[in-house]
């Protein structure tokens, strides 16, 4: 095939749930190509000789190759390819932004559809799964270096497994009883199933990773006994700290609570099986959400499957300004969320005994773009309006927890307590101590964090092979 | 996995627990508390740490039956392995040398105020604790708190041990005579805000353990936000001790009954609710000045 009968095929589009089953439902919205479309999705990618989605790519999948593999019908030989810098396919096929990554720039997308790359990558990892092909085993022998890591979200991970593939001894530490981060407590099911992350956690124990669970480091034991406990390094990704809140009126009204605690109770622990399940989850009839982000869109996705009357996006700047994913955006009002954008609460009305039962909101209108380039928000004089709402999710961030700070001495941070980093290496202030993820600043996406994670890998086993 | 070393019985459903937890044990400082889930199934719940042991690495709480985890608890033995145990979370209590201090427990956060009673004490304090119950036989680590106290008050409603009355009132007479340098309480919500108001026209710095509904313990949720002086907190890692003069008790109290609407499905769920609950049904000494006014 040439190039020009190539770009003749339209791109496949990823098959979903329909909206109004998957509404009632955690099932995966997103269905997966299967081995025809998939092949035939793979013959549309023209093998550039300069590949720029390897370059927007944060972890530098070799795309073309695992792409022709695919179209080859060699899909053992695609998902082999991919391993080789990426060890969470089967996560990064569902929940990466490709849109502004690799699909972004991909030649093919220039003059038409770029290639479906993301969903490319998540058939083969599905296919990986699906026949259970052997996880490689570690080749190289054994460094006899051990290899701490705080933190066992997608950056934790993914440090993890390139770690034990290069022969070091890793124990993950983690706060939680289940391992997998966010990409447990906090993305959901209908759009990372939890038996894919425990699949992949179950890999790095097969490669011979430990796992500490119920250890929250800086309390249950310090950096500083690890480093003294013959830990050559130490890899630090605690994920992103503690919800922010507005600082508003009304905010600890009983049924206003931060996204992390909603999707933490929904997903980790299972609060939607109350009560054989033991956690409960407040969930009233009218729900708002307050934010624009993934998380935001992953909060009212999962109360709408709840059933509640009406779930609402309250959002202050306008859709175009939103950083969730237009995927997310686009699923939520297919299953029915509303969204009052251009709209921002302030405050919260609430009962005698302490419930809230509305919020005030004030409209919105765009200004010059701000400091991250958006249009800036502007209150609209005049234009106070009272929404009635008996739950509040509020999703506008995050803010460092200190905890590591405060237990470490000579760990140094920056700006909003993010911590100070080596450009080149990702080490921190204290030698042997490096850090990614959310706890380094940067864009807070999942495949971010792993490419931080990569790198530190990288950085760490040329750290404790000199010394 | 935890193993419970050993498990005793203090009072009718109040159990003393022995865990195995080294790392525990190692960092724990007073004040500080641990969150468990009993099962595959359980809640995380937060328990304060009433003993710690570095050298046999446990720890010892003390569990008064009120929701499912804490019924679960009283239904298990010796040798018996707790799931999940997280610590020690929280900020440590401040201990120095601040002349006298008074502690107060209720019910069963009289095994709160041991662990901080003995750290003051050994801190050179004059500890001074006044622990009440609803009756004799609801009373629990008498011996203990003697073991580490100058002087111990035990009051209890129905004057069946001690003296009859409230906690607060010894308290008052302490605060009148001049000698008070701080005041700790622990016990329910009630209480402990009656002590607040009880020292405030003294201006004695008064601090108060609180345990809010709380998910991961470690700051991820907020679901344990008090507003203390005006600002939140998160009684998980900004507290979970808070100066009582400046707590919303108000406030608080409404969020422990977050779960109500829960609470009315399945009458077994929430802790926090059950504990609300039994304090206004069955005041301990000094427990509730609410009901009792009422």
Known sequence: MNVSERLKIQRHEVPALDAHHRAQCFEEVAVGFDEKTARAEADRCIQCKRPLCMEGCPVSIDIPGFIRKISEGDFPGAIERIRTTNSLPSICGRVCPQENQCERVCVVGKKGEPVAIGALERFVADFERRYSLPVEGVKVKPSGRKVAVVGSGPAGLTAAGHLAQLGHAVTVFEAFHEAGGVLIYGIPEFRLPKAIVQEEVTKLRTMGVEFALNTLVGRTITIDELLADNYSAVFLAPGAGTPMFMNIPGENLNGVCSANEFLTRVNLMKAFDFPRQQTPVYLGQRIAVVGGGNTAMDAARTARRMGPDKVYIVYRRSENEMPARREEVHHAQEEGVEFLTLTAPTQYIGTEDGWVTAMECQRMELSEPDASGRRRPVPVVGSEFTLEVDTVIVAIGAKTNDLLLHTTPGLEAERKGYLTLDKATGMTSRPGVFAGGDIAGGEATVIAAMGDGRRAAISIDEYVKEK | ?294
């Open chain 2, 1 to 294: 996995m935890a193993k419970i070393l050993v498990k005793e019985t203090l009072a009718p459903n109040t159990h003393y627990f022995r865990i195995d937890a080294p790392l525990v044990a190692r960092h724990a400082k007073a004040g500080q508390f641990v969150i468990l889930r009993v099962d595959e199934l359980g809640e995380r719940v937060p328990f304060t740490i009433a003993d710690i042991d570095p050298v046999e690495g446990s720890i010892t709480l003390v569990i008064q039956e009120v929701g499912e985890t804490t019924r679960q608890m009283g239904a298990m033995k010796s040798g018996d392995d707790i799931r999940d145990l997280l610590g020690p979370l929280g900020m440590p209590s401040e201990i120095e040398n601040f002349g006298t201090v008074v502690l107060l427990g209720g019910g069963f956060g009289i095994a709160a105020i041991h662990v901080l009673a003995k750290a003051l004490h050994e801190a050179g304090n004059r500890v001074v604790s006044i622990i009440g119950s609803r009756n004799k036989d609801l009373l629990i680590m008498e011996k203990e708190m003697r073991a580490v106290s100058d002087e111990v008050i035990v009051m209890s409603d129905d004057g069946s041990i001690g003296r009859q009355g409230l906690v607060t009132e010894p308290l008052k007479e302490m605060l009148d005579a001049g000698t008070v340098d701080r005041v700790c309480a622990v016990g329910p919500i009630p209480m402990m805000r009656a002590v607040g108001e009880v020292t405030r026209p003294y201006g004695v710095k008064t601090i108060v353990s609180l345990n809010p509904v709380m998910v991961d313990g470690t700051g991820m949720c907020g679901g344990c936000r008090v507003e203390v002086g005006g600002k939140t907190l998160f009684a998980c890692v900004d507290g979970p001790e808070f100066d009582a003069h400046e707590t919303n008790f108000k406030e608080l109290i409404h969020r422990t009954r977050m779960f109500r609407p829960m609470e009315q499905r399945d009458p077994d769920s929430c802790r926090m609710l059950q504990q609300a609950d039994v304090v206004s049904q069955k005041p301990a000494a000094g427990a509730d000045h609410e009901s009792r006014e009422s």
